[in-house]
Every structure is written in structure tokens, then in C-alpha cells.
């Protein structure tokens, strides 16, 4: 079995120095890392997990706590960016269950849980502000936390987010260039800062564009397509009727499905734009608002990086885009 002594007798350095290029330490000259290195793979070695702990007083072990993550169309991408960063920093990630413990005499958060686990780290996402409070441990804590569309800021926490509000604009703003006066929006789950800022940037662009506002043309739901699909029924039986619908990805997706089974079609009857850019939405076509999520995941990770190293940090709002598919049309 090949041990430290080893790769320091084959790169022709100390113990001390091997030591400093595996934990990454600086004094290293790169000519002498990048040797060191190939010299481990070669050999394929890598310290024991349990001693790199203890002389670096780190797990090199990420926390990832998110509702549904590795189901959800969305967050599956953030967790590739995640993933990304973190691999080649020599991180592992450790994804929490979303359960507390049920015996009513253990309160057992998401700090404890942490603590438990001895992560160096970890990242939060798909959550919202309905239940702030459960947060409040890891907040006053000493663990380096990020959220992924939560704005939680402390000494040892920040977040990460796309610019919702400016991409509802956007959306608006391209429907209003095509014509459309009268825009229905499907929102996603109160309390979601995400819903609230994609809301407040339709407000916006509506009151610039001097657009109609008609309370009867606004729906709230969850981000499912029995949402946009339960929604959209009810739209195509108001008396007045908006044009065109924006909406989340999924909601949208279910919007066409309720158009098309009311023998309408997408974009002839109504024009549809998104907001995500998920893969699901390719398959359609979908006019959308793209948000970076391997990007998000990226940001995330190297923001979480430069708390965990007591770097300087501050929130990362991530820009968006439009991408024009089939799905809307001039009026």
C-alpha cells in the first residue's frame, strides 16, 4: 500500500511538502505541486479520509438540503454546477434528508444535523420564507451556509439568486414588442422570494408599458403543470380574455396542455412564454426567461468556498436571458 513517505521518496521532497500540496496549503511552487500530483495519480494514492480530517480540521464534506432536489427539473441542474466546483475542490457531498427526527423530546435542526454530520459547509435551496424561523440556529451558528433564491445574509451565510424581477421584465417586454396588450401572469408558491420578485417585475413593465392590469388575469398556484393547467381553464372561460400567458416552465407547459384539450392551439390562440429554461420546456419549443442554473450551482459552491476559507463574500445575483422559441406570436 502506498503511504505518504512514498510519494515524498518518488517526487524527491519532503513529507512536509506532499502534505501541503494534498491539503492544498500555499509555499508550494507549481512546478513542484504539479509533480507531486502526477506522482499520486500515478500511483494512485489518496490520503485516508480520516487523517486528512484531522490534520486539516476539515471533512472536506458538503451539506445540501433541498425539498425534492434530485426529482425536480430545475434543481437537478444547480446540483451539476454544485457538483462541478465542489469535485474539484475534493469535496463530497452529503445530501441531508428534509426530516426532523419524531420523538417529541429530540429537536433535531438543520445545525444539528450538520453537526452531526461534521460537514465543513452547506448549501441551501428551494425554499421559502413561509417558515423563517427554522433557520435561526444555522444562522447564529459558526457553520458557512449558502442559499440557493432565499435572501438569508449573517456572519456566516449569504445567497445566491438569478435577477427575477428584471427577467419578468424582460418577459413582459417581449410580448408588448409583439403586439400583446393584455398578459395574464401564473405565479408560483406565496411566500417564495422567487414569486415575488418575478411578480413585482411584471408590475413594473406592466405600469411602464402603460399595459392593462386586470386582477382577473392573475393566478397563484404551486410550480406544477396541474397548475398551469387548472389555471388556464379557468382563463379560457372569463369573458374577457388576456393573449398571452407567463408563467414558470412547468405552469406553462401545463397551460398548453388545457389550451390544445379546448381545440386552441400555441402560439395561434395564445402565446405563451416561460421562465427557467428546464429541458422539459425544450421539448416544447417554450418561448422562456433562461436562468443559469449550473451557473447558480457554480456561484453557490465558490461563494460557500470563500466563506468556508474566511475569504471576503457578499450575495451573487446571477443575470437572465430571453430564448425565443415557437411558443409566442405577433397580434
Not at 505541486?33 to 479520509?49: A, F, G
Not at 432536489?69 to 469535485?87: C, D, P, S, T
Request: aromatic share 10%; net charge neutral.
Amino acid at each position: 500500500m502506498v503511504t505518504i513517505n512514498d510519494i515524498a521518496k518518488k517526487a524527491k521532497v519532503s513529507k512536509s511538502t506532499v502534505s501541503k500540496v494534498i491539503n492544498n496549503y500555499s509555499g508550494v511552487g507549481d512546478d513542484t505541486k504539479e509533480k507531486v500530483l502526477k506522482i499520486m495519480k500515478e500511483n494512485n494514492y489518496w490520503p485516508n479520509s480520516v487523517a486528512r480530517s484531522l490534520s486539516t480540521k476539515k471533512s472536506y464534506t458538503i451539506g445540501i438540503f433541498g425539498p425534492q432536489i434530485l426529482n425536480n427539473f430545475f434543481f437537478r441542474e444547480v446540483f451539476e454546477g454544485i457538483e462541478a466546483v465542489m469535485g474539484d475542490k475534493g469535496y463530497d457531498l452529503l445530501y441531508f434528508t428534509n426530516k426532523q427526527w419524531d420523538e417529541s423530546w429530540v429537536d433535531y435542526s438543520y445545525k444539528e444535523k450538520c453537526e452531526n454530520r461534521n460537514v465543513d459547509g452547506v448549501i441551501m435551496m428551494g425554499y421559502g420564507k413561509v417558515n423563517i424561523a427554522q433557520f435561526d440556529r444555522l444562522l447564529k451558528s459558526d457553520i458557512p451556509s449558502v442559499f440557493i433564491d432565499l435572501d438569508l445574509v449573517g456572519s456566516n451565510t449569504s445567497y445566491v439568486t438569478s435577477d427575477n424581477t428584471g427577467g419578468a421584465r424582460k418577459a413582459v417586454e417581449y410580448l408588448a414588442e409583439l403586439g400583446h396588450k393584455k398578459i395574464a401572469m401564473i405565479r408560483g408558491l406565496n411566500g417564495f422570494k422567487v414569486s415575488t420578485d418575478r411578480f413585482v417585475g411584471f408590475q413594473q413593465a406592466i405600469k411602464a408599458l402603460n399595459l392593462p392590469y386586470n386582477s382577473e388575469w392573475m393566478f397563484d398556484g404551486d410550480y406544477s403543470m396541474e397548475t398551469g393547467y387548472q389555471s388556464m381553464k379557468r382563463i379560457l372561460n372569463l369573458d374577457e380574455k388576456p393573449t398571452a400567458v407567463f408563467a414558470e416552465d412547468l405552469i406553462a407547459i401545463g397551460a398548453i396542455k388545457a389550451i390544445r384539450q379546448a381545440g386552441l392551439n400555441v402560439p395561434g390562440d395564445y402565446s405563451i412564454i416561460g421562465f427557467d429554461s428546464i429541458e422539459i420546456g425544450r421539448h416544447y419549443h417554450l418561448t422562456t426567461i433562461a436562468q443559469d442554473q449550473i451557473g447558480l450551482g457554480e456561484a453557490a459552491s465558490k461563494l460557500l468556498l470563500n466563506i468556508i476559507n474566511k475569504k471576503s463574500f457578499s450575495p451573487i445575483i446571477l443575470p437572465t436571458r430571453l430564448i425565443i422559441g415557437e411558443t409566442c406570436r405577433k397580434v
